[in-house]
């Protein structure tokens, strides 16, 4: 079993690292403040399955390939760069609804919260590079690895599920206390713009040599 001495450095650094919003974090405050409440479970969950994927591919080898392939990691960079300016448009440009009145199309948008959350948490082309690169740091040769990789690796999925939703409960919350539209129509322009930002910066990440 994986020391105590070593554990908890890595949830210390994960921590740290994880509350840093970057364009998940921004693209699940964004679409909780806009769709409020019953937003923060597909959000999360999206979170959740795209970090699950984006480990699962660095583990089979797919961060190794990235980081010796520019033509991959550019692939993935543009893909996921593309798809926040598209969801950064989407969201500045939406329309606030009043909360009090029921959405007949609930089972449609949660079903699109939980694919936005997925894809740009999946297709985050440093977010797989990290597993590669942050995992291995923490484990001991000495003991079996993979049971090493199953704790660090469901660790890390829990303090990404708690930050997630910690950041989607307090955006939805704010949401319920603002009942100005000219308020949440802001804060969806400021989120899409955001968003916007996130995917040129991801457009401009250069492979690490």
Known sequence: MMSLEIWIPFVFATTLILIIPGPTII????QAVTHGRKSVVPLVAGVL????????????????????????FTLFKWVGALYLIYLGIKIWRSDIKDSSIPDRKANISTRLLFKSSYIVTALNPKGIAF????LPQFIEPCKPVLNQLLLLGG????LAII??????LFASQMRETMHNKKVLKWFNRGGGSALIGAGVITAGIQRSA
């Open 155 to 158: 660790t890390f999925l829990s």
């Open 163 to 168: 930050n997630a939703a910690l950041y989607a």
């Open 49 to 72: 399955f795209g970090d699950f994927t984006a480990m699962t591919l660095s583990l089979l080898g797919l961060g190794a390939i990235m980081s010796a392939s520019a033509a991959l």
């Open 27 to 30: 693209l699940v405050i964004s």
């Open 131 to 134: 597993f590669v690169a942050f």
